[in-house]
Each structure stands twice: as structure tokens, then as C-alpha cells.
């Protein structure tokens, strides 16, 4: 299978597609630009162990058309609205895993959701019923992302209005060697979304001994 990342110039889409590409997934990174994604897609791919799928780079209309079923949005959330608008067509009949966090513009300790609730019921709005958006991956750290040596230090919250997608992209994500959990449907979006504003707070925080923190989902102790 191929897996389209728009917007996979950026630090969290290229420490996707490294993660995704070493699981044995062909990725295709995508962007307005697509002599910078193929530029991008060679660097990383110099970091991949032996035996790793490949990572090559398009416009974000020929990753859409190089992906089986799912794509990734990773793109700021001032492009996201307008990068849909322009895609909406060519992803009919995709799962679109939206990653796009709403962090308020000057202060990203803070989110300022769009009227829909979320990035992703945003997402669903613009995009319509032929395509199924599912929210994932909103608070997983692109640096740690980024460094294979590192074991991704959180679980993942998946949350959309179609079951069956949601459990698709459970499926996928848990190539990474995570845990990926249902959190329900799209309006489930609006607190998992706002979760990255807190761990952004407690990450750069003086008093606080780490970085990088994640979310755990911990069962009782027996």
C-alpha cells in the first residue's frame, strides 16, 4: 500500500513518513511545491534502516493519486481550511486522517477551534460526505517522530463518524508499534485537539523536568 502525507515538508510529516517507511508502508509526500517534497523525500530517506519502503515526492494532487485508501493532512492549521477547499475533489473515496491541531496564532499553549468544534469536524464539513475524515495523531511530538532511535512515548486518540474507518486507522497506526485507541466520533476531536495545547505547555515548561511528553492510557492496577 502507499500512504499520501500532504504537507509532509514539515517536521510531523516527515517524522511520519519516516515512521510509516520503515514499517514497510510506501509513502508519498505531498505539497504545493513538488520539487521541495521530492528534495525532502530524498534527505529522509537517507535515514531509513535497510529494508525500509520508500518515500518519494509529489504535488499534493499526485500523492493523493499515488495513495490507496489513506491520506494524511499535516499542514499548518492557517493552510488547512484552504488546502482542503483545493483537494476536496481528489479525495473523494479517501480515509483523510487529519492531524491539523487549531493552536490560537502567537500563543500555541492555547487552541481557538474553528465554529465547526475541531480541526477534523472542520475538516468533514469542507470535504463532504464521500470522504471520511478520521482524527488521530494530534499529540504525538514531531521530534520525537523524527528520531528512529526513540520509541514513540504515547498512545494514540482516534476519533471520527464512521466506525469503520476510525478501526481502519487504528489498524494503520498501529504499524508504529503504538496503541491506538477509539475515542468516538468527530466531535470527540474538540478535547483530543485541545490536549496538544496543554502538553505544548507542560513541554516548554521551566519547572518541568522533560520534553517531548505524550499521552498514556494506563488500565488499573490489579
Known amino acids: 500500500m502507499t500512504l499520501a502525507i500532504l504537507g509532509g515538508t514539515g517536521p510531523q510529516g516527515q517524522g511520519l513518513a ?10 508519498a509526500i505531498g505539497s504545493r511545491d513538488p520539487k ?6 530524498g534527505n529522509i530517506s537517507s535515514k531509513l534502516p535497510p529494508n525500509s519502503s520508500n518515500i518519494n ?3 499534493n494532487e499526485k500523492a493523493i493519486q499515488q495513495a490507496g485508501e489513506m491520506v494524511i493532512l499535516s499542514v499548518p492549521w492557517s493552510a488547512h481550511n484552504s488546502t482542503l477547499k483545493e483537494l ?6 479517501k480515509v483523510l ?5 487549531p493552536l490560537k496564532e502567537g500563543d500555541p499553549k492555547k487552541v481557538e477551534m474553528p465554529p465547526e468544534g475541531s480541526a477534523t469536524e472542520a475538516a468533514q464539513a469542507i ?4 470522504t471520511q475524515v478520521v482524527g488521530a ?4 511530538s514531531a521530534h520525537t ?3 528512529l532511535n526513540a520509541k514513540i512515548n504515547c498512545d494514540i486518540l482516534v476519533c471520527g463518524n464512521e466506525l469503520d474507518s476510525r478501526k481502519k486507522v487504528m489498524e494503520l497506526i498501529e504499524k508504529l508499534d503504538v496503541k491506538a485507541y477509539n475515542a468516538g466520533d468527530a466531535e470527540a476531536a474538540r478535547c483530543v485537539e485541545a490536549l496538544t495545547a496543554i502538553l505544548i505547555r507542560i513541554n516548554i515548561s521551566k519547572v518541568v523536568p522533560f520534553s517531548h511528553a505524550g499521552i498514556n492510557i494506563w488500565a488499573p492496577e490489579k
Open 36 to 41: 521541495r517534497a521530492s528534495e525532502i523525500a
Open 137 to 140: 495523531l494530534h499529540n504525538v
Open 127 to 130: 470535504v463532504g460526505e464521500k
Open 145 to 147: 517522530l523524527n528520531d
Open 18 to 27: 519516516l515512521r510509516f517507511a520503515r514499517a514497510g508502508i510506501n509513502v
Open 88 to 93: 476536496k475533489d481528489e479525495l473523494i473515496g
Open 57 to 59: 515526492g509529489y504535488s
Open 97 to 101: 486522517i487529519d492531524i491539523v491541531v
